[in-house]
């Protein structure tokens, strides 16, 4: 696997290898990778001749400083991971590479970016834009793989793809989670293994709500409810809605597809965890 720190060397990579006819998958993160990356990763590498997966802390789309600062930093790790996973490209750039002035472009798709993670994080997805905005551009992929864990960052950026007319596939692909439910997060090497424990409440009780007949509020209500009531979790938000256009519904008939979306604060620091279920 090459690792690449420059755009302008990125960029004469890949156009030597469109010019061989190759088709290109994207894969963007952040780091601190986990099975959830190698699953899109190993996905891209089959369905594509090359797969660029870049790792780029992105400074924009952090709205609290404290957040990024923790944020882990495991780049070394990252790279055997991918090399492992079949990865041709690591792309790891400087933050003074990707913005060497600041990005002043606005974005704006509401209510896509404007309700739940857009409300309680002013700015992150303005930041998430600005950058997979740069990553599309530099790489011109085929194809790029994101998580459905950020269920609502795959609704923000399709709408951005459509907006700025980039010509690609969005792959939204399936959460990862351990076995008792807990879906894989980055984030979740901040908890202790006690609090790990108690944060895979969240997926039991979501998943149990699924099956209880309850209207959009008696759900609402009982996830909120049930969750916290577990000592060591708060819920921030759980949001039942139109799983295209993310505006709230209030009965199950409203929407072709309606997910629950939720962040729940977990233990003493505390790590904010987040998570969605599909109801129909
Ligand atoms: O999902 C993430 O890890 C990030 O938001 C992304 C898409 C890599 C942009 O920094």
């Not at 190993?42 to 594509?48: D, I, T």
């Not at 090359?50 to 882990?72: A, C, G, I």
């Not at 400087?94 to 409300?119: C, H, N, Q, W």
Request: hydrophobic share 35%; charged share 25%; net charge negative.
């Amino acid at each position: 696997m090459e690792v690449i720190s420059k755009i302008s060397q990125l960029r004469e990579r890949l156009s030597q290898l469109r010019n061989e006819g190759k088709s290109i998958g994207l894969v963007p993160t952040m780091g601190a990778l986990h099975e959830g990356h190698a699953s899109l990763v190993r996905r891209s590498v089959k369905e594509n001749d090359v797969t660029v997966v870049s790792v780029f802390l992105n400074p924009t789309q952090f709205n609290d400083p404290k957040d990024l600062e923790r944020y882990p930093r495991t780049l070394e790790a990252d790279c055997r991971l991918l090399d492992e996973c079949g990865a041709d490209i690591a792309f790891a750039p400087s933050v003074k590479e990707i913005y060497p002035e600041p990005d002043t472009r606005l974005f704006s798709y509401p209510p896509t970016d404007s309700v739940m993670e857009g409300a309680m994080r002013p700015g992150h997805f303005n930041g998430v834009c600005q950058i997979v905005s740069k990553l599309l551009s530099y790489v011109e992929p085929d194809r790029a793989y994101f998580g459905e864990k950020d269920y609502q960052q795959i609704a923000v950026i399709r709408r951005m793809v459509d907006d700025l007319g980039f010509k690609l596939q969005i792959v939204p692909c399936p959460v990862v989670r351990q076995s008792d439910g807990l879906a894989l997060s980055s984030r979740n090497t901040l908890l202790s293994d006690e609090e790990r424990v108690t944060a895979a409440n969240i997926y039991r009780i979501l998943d149990k709500s699924r099956s209880l007949g309850l209207t959009v509020q008696e759900t609402h209500d009982y996830v909120v409810g049930e969750i916290n009531s577990i000592p060591g979790l708060t819920v921030q938000y759980f949001s039942i809605v139109d799983g295209d256009s993310l505006a709230d519904v209030t009965s199950w008939d409203e929407a072709p597809s309606v997910v629950g979306c939720i962040t729940v604060f977990c233990g003493t620091k505390p790590i904010r965890l987040i998570d969605h279920i599909r109801y129909k």
